[in-house]
């Protein structure tokens, strides 16, 4: 089911749900992303939970974000999306800014039950614009067609080593779309996104932490990137294993990118694991 759902602030975030498990699992996508990027981790949790995707604003149908805009807007979206579907207990799963927004919803809420970190949260350093910063590249330019886009966003992930698949193929359908008759442009904004990468640097992981006292599942990708490093690497996230009481991690080859644009069958192995033990006994977790 595919839906908009309006805010207490009046915007409207696009919501995608599948299952109807008793518990429910909230997806929330990466920096350039939209709901689409977390299909491998939809499809594997919908048939045990009931999970919830959506766009954050300023990415895919969701409404515009507000201007300058931050992590900490789009944690206040979240927060109202708990309320508005009145979900009293579920589990956060956020990749790369979806880590940032779920973390600190987590220490805000007593909604929440367990996280899941796919690659995000850590603490975040300038090396990373060397990654990130390309990749929007095909955010500034105007197309000719739909095609022309998908063509230039192939070349651009082949670079980084990933396979080009069904799921990206909808992905770029889904994150365009057409400014006149002869012009089609990436749904974003470059200067939102870049304003929402400035805000990793903004992180306060000494207030926010010490608040997450849920079971938690951390994977870190530690594949190498375009620039020959990792997004994160493994001292990034040395507060959170240090602060965090309940803290599993979780290393997978993968890079940044691989863990949600291809199936990672052990890491959703994992998150399946954790998920069942968190259900059965979180005391023990």
Request: proline letters at 3%.
């Amino acid at each position: 089911m595919e839906r908009h759902i309006q805010l207490t602030n009046g915007k409207k975030l696009r919501v995608f749900e599948r299952g109807e498990g008793e518990h429910v699992v909230i997806l929330v996508h990466g920096l350039t992303g939209n709901h689409k990027q977390m299909a491998y981790y939809q499809d594997s949790l919908a048939s045990d939970h009931r999970v919830i995707s959506y766009d954050l604003r300023g990415r895919g149908l969701s409404d515009e974000t507000d201007r300058p805009t931050s992590i900490d807007h789009h944690v206040g979206d979240l927060l109202d999306l708990l309320m508005m579907l009145n979900l009293k207990e579920v589990t956060l799963v956020g990749y790369s800014i979806g880590g940032y927004i779920c973390a600190k919803v987590t220490a805000l809420s007593s909604r929440v039950r367990s996280l899941i970190l796919l690659d995000g949260a850590g603490v975040a350093d300038f090396g990373q614009k060397e990654l990130i910063l390309p990749s929007l590249q095909r955010l500034e330019k105007p197309y000719q067609s739909k095609a022309d886009y998908i063509d230039f966003t192939k070349r651009a992930y082949e670079k980084l080593n990933i396979n080009w698949s069904q799921q990206l193929e909808e992905i770029a359908q889904y994150e365009t779309k057409a400014i006149d008759e002869k012009t089609v442009r990436h749904r974003s904004k470059v200067e939102v996104i870049e304003k929402d990468f400035d805000s990793f640097f903004e992180f306060n992981h000494e207030e926010v932490l010490p608040h997450i006292t849920v079971p938690v599942l951390l994977v870190k990708a530690t594949g190498y990137m375009g620039a020959g490093r990792p997004l994160f690497f493994n001292e990034s996230f040395a507060e959170l294993e240090k602060i965090v009481p309940r803290i599993n991690v979780l290393m997978t080859n993968a890079n940044h990118f691989s863990l949600v644009f291809e199936r990672q069958k052990d890491v959703l192995n994992t998150i399946n694991r954790f998920l069942t033990n968190v259900r059965e006994d979180p005391s023990e977790v």
